[in-house]
């Protein structure tokens, strides 16, 4: 049989084994679902990043959205019932893509070093000497 690691959407790796069905294999099954089981941390993660992008759609006036772990963003279940996709308009997916966007960099922020914009720093030429040049940005 052949398998292959394949990192999925959330970059998270899996196994793949194309052209083999394996859904009849209860231990292949089992192994499967274990290995694709969220994790604590990821699931920690992914409900802050859902608390943030409801939020952020609040402030739209937007009904709110579940990111999956796939980046899929169906609508969340409201007094009503969930939003059907069909009623997914081109404005609402634009404002959704916009929250998740800006959800994820706020999320990652305190994680990520600041810019070194408008700072000098020093090349050290082949050479052996120096020199001084500023951030073009």
Known sequence: MEATVVDGPSGRPRIDTPGTDL???ALCADSR???????????KAL????ALVKTCLARRHLP??????????PW???????KPDAELDQEESRAVRACV???????????VAPPALGSTFTLR????SERAESDPR
């Not at 679902?33 to 699931?43: D, F, G, K, N, V």
């Not at 409900?47 to 859902?50: E, H, V």
């Open 23 to 25: 859904t009849g294999s």
């Open 33 to 43: 679902a274990a290995l694709e089981a969220s994790t604590p941390i990821e699931r």
């Open 47 to 50: 409900a802050q990043l859902n």
């Open 64 to 73: 709110e959205v579940r990111i999956a772990p796939d980046w899929t963003w």
């Open 76 to 82: 969340a279940p409201g007094p009503t019932g969930p």
């Open 101 to 111: 966007g800006s959800s994820r960099r706020e999320q990652l922020l305190p994680y």
């Open 125 to 128: 030429l082949p050479t052996g």
